[in-house]
């Protein structure tokens, strides 16, 4: 967001790229009242196999051209290795690593082309050191790190920037998604994103940029402290910073973060329709591909629903080939829980909890925005319904 409002404060038409589009679409109309500026939306999920050419094609039918590119979506995960989740590893490797990799294979040869523009790549002071609790996220910022790195050399004379930046800690939501508490993690060192972006436009401000650059003086200091250390000594060290500010986050954090999704996932008749508002990913049923989409949720008596207006549903056939699903949480706060759906078919159990949906879906507020007043016949025959399972909450 930051760089984006820093670039439209200089005037550039600016295409935002991420997975929510109403967030992308409100911040796009406030740039576009605030600075005259054009602003293109495309709201993809970049961890998706491919993004750069799916992202090149769209602003190629869209007849945009781009004239410089930030890589910057990328989220962490922390502790244990062989705790962690395997498909949200993949995940993240796909959108920290591959991800910005396709993209500036897409892109760099346009920017090229026109002999100017610049390619920043986001990688992190975590790129610096092996992290213990973090250890593949910090592998996936080296790579972005040396590959940038690489590229800047290979790149030199064509008129375009290349600039591999790191920022330290930093307030943004990256610490909802991290699940961490970013008071403790920072240990008082974070920067604001208006210090991270100042600091990297005016690194690619200058005649010749440096390959790579660290945001704020301590970070820098401590990105360099592990070249005076052998590795096995830096290692150490760092994981045993990197522990205790975990544990004590950990006896912090959790249990907050635990009671605001409890908050996010406990809907009644007084919750708005954005509160219901999730996105879910499936594995498609034909393709076996990860599918996002964005579905409203219902809560009633402790059970959670998916539902929908009759007729047939593509994230319902594949729930039905593979009941493992993520349910993504993207108001209050931002979770992505693992769960299983079950179908429910039986007459008698469809009518009940339809009877409770139905309430809801004729409230005078209207949250769903639905022509009322919406009977549980208008749903039994042909909505599909299934009930959630979370694998931990
Ligand atoms: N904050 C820090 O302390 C810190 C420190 C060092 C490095 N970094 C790096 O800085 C970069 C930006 O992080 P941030 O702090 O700004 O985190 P953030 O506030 O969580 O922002 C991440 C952005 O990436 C988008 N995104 C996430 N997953 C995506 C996907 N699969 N496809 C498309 N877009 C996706 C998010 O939007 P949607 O959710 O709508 O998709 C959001 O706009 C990351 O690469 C991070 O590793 C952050």
Same mark, same amino acid.
């Given at each position: ?8 404060? /200089?005037?550039? @038409? ?82 920290? %690593? ?57 790149? !030199?004379?064509?008129? %375009?920037? %290349? ?25 008082? !060192? ?49 994981? /045993?910073?990197?522990?205790? *500010? ?27 329709? !954005? ?46 080939? @593979? ?38 879906? *004729? ?22 319904? %299934? ?7």
């Amino acid at each position: 967001m930051e760089f984006a409002s820093q670039l439209a404060g /200089r005037g550039s @038409n600016l295409v935002l790229v991420a997975r929510r589009a109403d967030r992308l679409e409100s911040l796009a109309e406030k740039l576009r009242s605030e600075y005259g500026i054009s602003v293109t939306t495309v709201a993809i999920d970049l961890s998706q196999p491919a993004p750069g050419e799916i992202l090149l094609s769209q602003l190629v039918d869209r007849e945009i051209t781009v004239t410089s590119v930030i890589n910057n979506a990328g989220f962490g995960m922390w502790g244990k290795f062989l705790e962690s989740d395997p498909n949200r590893l993949r995940t993240m490797m796909a959108l920290n %690593v591959t991800a910005v990799m396709d993209i500036s294979r897409a892109f760099l040869p346009l920017l090229q082309l026109r002999g100017g523009g610049y390619l920043i790549n986001i990688t992190s002071l975590a790129a610096y050191s092996s992290i213990p609790m973090q250890g593949a996220y910090s592998a996936t910022k080296a790579f972005v790190l040396s590959f940038t790195e690489a590229l800047w050399a290979e790149t !030199r004379g064509s008129g %375009v920037r %290349v600039l591999a930046f790191a920022p330290g800690v930093t307030t943004t939501e990256f610490f909802d998604v991290l699940q961490v508490d970013d008071s403790a993690a920072s240990a008082g !060192r974070a920067q604001s994103p208006k210090q991270v972006v100042d600091t990297a436009l005016s690194i690619l401000d200058r005649r010749d940029p440096p390959p790579s650059w660290v945001s704020g003086h301590l970070n820098h200091l401590i990105a360099v402290l592990p070249r005076y250390l052998t590795r096995r000594r830096a290692v150490l060290l760092t994981g /045993r910073t990197t522990m205790r *500010n975990i544990t004590t986050a950990q006896s912090e954090a959790i249990p907050a973060r635990s009671e605001k999704i409890r908050q996010a996932l406990g809907l009644d008749l007084t919750s708005s329709g !954005r509160q219901h508002v999730i996105d879910i990913t499936t594995t498609g049923a034909k393709s076996g591909r990860p599918r996002r989409i964005e579905i409203w949720f219902h809560h009633y008596d402790g059970r959670w629903f998916l539902s929908g207006t009759p007729g047939p549903k593509s994230w319902y056939a594949n729930l039905l080939k @593979n009941p493992d699903f993520t349910f993504h949480l993207k108001h209050g706060i931002h979770a992505d829980l693992p769960a299983t759906a079950r179908p429910i078919v039986e007459a008698e159990e469809r009518r009940a909890i339809f009877a409770r949906m139905v309430e809801v879906y *004729n409230l005078p507020k209207n949250p769903a925005r639905v022509p009322q007043p919406v009977r549980v016949e208008d749903l039994l025959t042909g909505s599909p319904l %299934v009930e959630i399972s979370f694998a931990s909450i």
